[in-house]
């Protein structure tokens, strides 16, 4: 009785912590003084086109977007609270992770560990595909060791649908299977869950999640696949050279210095004895996976949070090796973690107190500075011709004045000189012959004149600038009129 007392009040304590944390994150991000990122703006334009795929990733974030605006309005924290809650989210299962594989006062440290790495302080202020993606990883890694465990149709399910959805996010989860794969080879006991009709009704299941957006690529000749071949440069032409030891700094920094030191710690742990299933099940899903990713890293370059998913499993080996110690060198880990979230969620502040000037160097925030000033001047402009259409050539523009002249109804298109389309607005909005008999705007950053000359007059209309202390937004703004195409 005192145990499941006990037990209880972690969860408790728990919940308690997420929300004041989520609360806190949301009081951060309403306060940056900053508006969305270019990849957080093209996902709310996502969201006002539901489909079951888009040119550069599956569908998932734009449908929770789309849910999240629909009940709070198209604000700047309605759209990021879709990562908001899910980071939270994710903490809670990593709680029930731990809780299953170890016990309940390892799954609370490490829902706290979680929830205050580095990589999610940063992650959870901007929406992105991976809050759901590492939100169904960790619900996968759970259902997985539950059904190996107890063998439940539940849990066989469960996994298939964290695996369908989480693949709808983001394709890194489809390194999922050969996670489990990888976890069930290993041991000659385990190897017979592969004759398991449960284990392939859950992968049947996930597939039939996945098959809309399968279809979708199929239908508009796989954009996100060329997309993703593109930038991990699988078709062998790579003019950029490999950055292996930054993304390994990224990996710890992600994690934190102490916690990276202990996941190492494992691996040597899992070394000397083999026979631990926990190790091995929590390896199979973080090692793989780092493994890949860093290979690409040495092949061409890699992003730091290619891998994340595999930070779940290693903030719970990290957890349980530190805490075969004393608790202070968990709380060290733990308290370094939230002392670097507080000083970059402040650092703004710190510069004021300081009295010195945030310049571009130091201002981690100032991609996304200075656009709704930026569409704020650009607005009379677009009222003085309420019948354009307005042309841009790259998604930045795009996506950023689709979002702040939301209430304008404005139609935005894409410049497309060429046949295949580099972007979801030239795959979705491009511009073509059918509106040459309409009056263009033509926004740019760049020299305006190689597209005003496909037009049979121009009239410069403006050139607009917004300067801050670290950032500098400009763009000019061209009347056109009679197209005479791209050739």
């Known amino acids: 009785m005192a145990a499941g007392s006990k037990g209880t009040g972690r969860a408790r304590l728990l919940f308690a912590w997420l929300v004041a944390l989520t609360c ?24 006002q086109d539901l489909d079951w795929g888009y ?13 999240s605006t629909a009940v709070f309005g198209d604000g700047l924290l309605a759209v990021k609270l879709p990562a908001l809650l899910l980071y939270a989210g994710t903490s809670w299962l990593v709680f029930l992770l731990g809780r299953q594989l170890f016990d309940e006062r390892i799954g609370l440290r490490c829902a706290l560990t979680f929830s205050l790495l580095p990589f999610t302080a940063i ?16 619900l996968g890694v759970l259902a997985f060791s539950r059904a190996i465990a107890l063998d439940r149709w ?13 693949t709808l996010s983001k394709y890194t989860m489809l390194s999922f ?18 004759g398991n009709p449960r284990l392939w009704t859950a992968v049947g299941l996930a597939c039939l999640l996945i098959l809309p957006n399968i279809l ?39 994690l934190g210095p102490l916690l990276a030191i202990a996941f190492i710690a494992t691996i040597v742990v899992l070394i000397r004895h083999p026979r631990d299933d926990r190790y091995q099940l929590l390896h199979a899903f973080s090692l793989p996976l780092l493994g ?24 719970v080996l990290a957890v349980h090796w530190l805490s075969r110690f004393k608790a202070r060198w968990w709380m060290a880990a733990v308290a370094i973690n939230a002392f670097a979230m507080v000083m970059l969620y402040h650092y703004q502040d710190i510069f004021r107190w300081m009295d010195k000037p945030l310049t571009a160097k130091l201002d981690p925030l100032k991609r996304a500075r200075g656009w709704p000033q930026l569409a704020q001047q650009l607005r009379p402009i677009l009222a003085a011709h309420p019948d354009a ?28 000189p060429q046949p295949r389309a580099q972007d979801h607005y030239q795959l979705t909005t491009p511009f073509s012959a059918d509106e040459m008999s309409r009056t263009v705007i033509f926004i740019t950053q760049s020299d305006p004149a190689p597209v005003a000359e496909r037009f049979a007059s121009q009239e410069k209309l403006a050139y607009l600038t917004v300067q801050g202390a670290s950032f500098r937004r400009e763009m000019s703004v061209v009347l056109l009129k009679g197209f005479r195409g791209y050739q």
């Open 154 to 166: 539940r849990d066989w399910l469960l996994m298939g649908v964290a695996v369908g959805l989480g």
């Open 292 to 315: 890949i990713v860093l290979l690409q890293a040495f092949r061409s370059e890699a992003n730091g949070n290619w891998a994340a998913p595999a930070f779940i499993t290693a903030c």
């Open 216 to 254: 979708w690529n199929w239908a508009h000749d796989f954009p996100t696949l060329h997309h993703t071949a593109d930038i991990t440069h699988v078709d062998g032409h790579n003019d950029k050279s490999g950055n292996a030891l930054e993304f390994i700094a990224g990996q710890i920094g992600s």
């Open 24 to 47: 806190y994150r949301m009081w951060v991000a309403g306060g940056l003084g900053v508006s969305l990122y270019v990849d957080e703006a093209q996902y709310w334009t996502w969201a």
């Open 389 to 416: 259409i307005v042309v841009a050539e790259n998604r930045t523009l795009i996506a950023h004045m689709r979002y702040e002249l939301r209430d304008m109804r404005t139609d935005f298109l894409a410049w497309k």
């Open 55 to 67: 040119f550069s990733k599956p569908p998932v974030i734009g449908w929770l977007i789309a849910l």
């Open 123 to 138: 992650f959870s202020l901007f929406v992105s595909t991976d809050a759901p993606l590492l939100f169904c990883w960790a």
């Open 177 to 194: 299977g050969a996670c489990a794969l990888l976890y069930l080879l290993v041991d000659p006991e385990r190897r017979r869950q592969l």
